[in-house]
């Protein structure tokens, strides 16, 4: 029986690449939200889920960090997709004929640059994969789609102009989360812990808590923080560490954490990915 892995998208997304790359052994399978993909993997529908986390250009991606905790799934790998655009158009088209682009709000702006010197009218679609399906639906020589060369290729597509984005250092970190993980995992390249906490009601906190990771020389590769529940009084942390929690001086950091948390929840131990180097 085939594996099979949801991501958040239509086929030809960046998700879809994502999956394509990190488990090509997988089939992948299509989900309208975030949170059907997270469900495809409660119901057996899929082992895996491919989930975005966070891009060099635009930064953490909206409503992932408040899934994560509650969603029953733990993280087992990252992966990154190195985001490259393309100008797609349907069989004949010309670069000369596209007055106007479609793709996600996000994708538009990273392609500003290419866009106005072409003279080319960026239109906001829900989806980039989306787009690319649209374009090749209405068989317009004049309109053209902002997304993938997998796309192109799923939609029967052209591509234009390859890689049109503004900067050339635009790429997506994905984690891959299943229901089961393996805590006697190693990589190659080192492990990463992730998880979420939230510090006592005491001042200083924070500082406090993030001691411990100082002194035992524990590389925190991210912190960032969201509210929780529409309280500007609760705030919840969301970290990445480099380290296993049975290495001596992570299990110290942990523990140092945990006296100045009220909770503390583990989300992931996980290869480091080759691309993080």
């Known amino acids: 029986m085939t594996k099979r892995i949801a991501f958040q998208g239509e086929p030809g997304a960046y998700s879809h690449q994502a999956c394509l790359e990190a488990r090509p052994d997988h089939e992948p399978l299509p989900c309208r939200t975030f949170e059907e993909v997270i469900e495809a993997v409660r119901r057996d529908d899929a082992e895996l889920a491919m989930l975005p986390v966070e891009n060099t250009t635009y930064g953490r991606v909206a409503d992932i960090h408040r899934l994560l905790p509650e969603s029953g799934l733990h993280i087992v790998d990252e992966a990154f997709v190195r985001v490259h655009i393309n100008l797609l158009g349907v069989p004949g088209a010309k670069l000369e004929d596209i007055t106007s682009a479609h793709s996600h709000l996000v994708?538009?702006?990273?392609?500003?640059?290419?866009?106005?010197?072409?003279?080319?009218?960026?239109?906001?679609?829900?989806?980039?994969?989306?787009?690319?399906?649209?374009?090749?639906?209405?068989?317009?020589?004049?309109?053209?789609?902002?997304?993938?060369?997998?796309?192109?290729?799923?939609?029967?597509?052209?591509?234009?102009?390859?890689?049109?984005?503004?900067?050339?250092?635009?790429?997506?970190?994905?984690?891959?989360?299943?229901?089961?993980?393996?805590?006697?995992?190693?990589?190659?390249?080192?492990?990463?812990?992730?998880f979420v906490f939230r510090v006592r009601n005491i001042p200083a906190a924070l500082f406090k808590a993030m001691g411990g990771f100082a002194t035992n020389g524990v590389?925190?590769?991210?912190?960032?923080?969201?509210?929780?529940?529409?309280?500007?009084?609760?705030?919840?942390?969301?970290?990445?560490?480099?380290?296993?929690?049975?290495?001596?001086?992570?299990?110290?950091?942990?523990?140092?954490?945990?006296?100045?948390?009220?909770?503390?929840k583990l989300l992931g131990v996980y290869p480091a990915a080759a691309k993080r180097h």
């Open 107 to 194: 994708l538009l702006p990273q392609c500003s640059r290419f866009l106005r010197e072409h003279g080319i009218e960026g239109r906001v679609s829900p989806d980039n994969a989306r787009a690319a399906r649209d374009v090749a639906e209405a068989g317009q020589k004049s309109d053209g789609a902002l997304a993938s060369e997998l796309a192109a290729e799923v939609y029967g597509l052209n591509v234009l102009a390859k890689h049109i984005e503004d900067a050339d250092h635009n790429t997506t970190r994905f984690l891959v989360m299943s229901k089961t993980w393996d805590l006697s995992r190693r990589g190659d390249l080192g492990m990463i812990t992730t």
């Open 219 to 264: 590389n925190m590769t991210k912190l960032e923080s969201y509210m929780v529940d529409g309280s500007f009084s609760a705030t919840q942390f969301y970290a990445d560490i480099e380290g296993h929690p049975d290495d001596r001086l992570v299990k110290l950091a942990l523990d140092e954490l945990e006296y100045f948390t009220s909770e503390v």
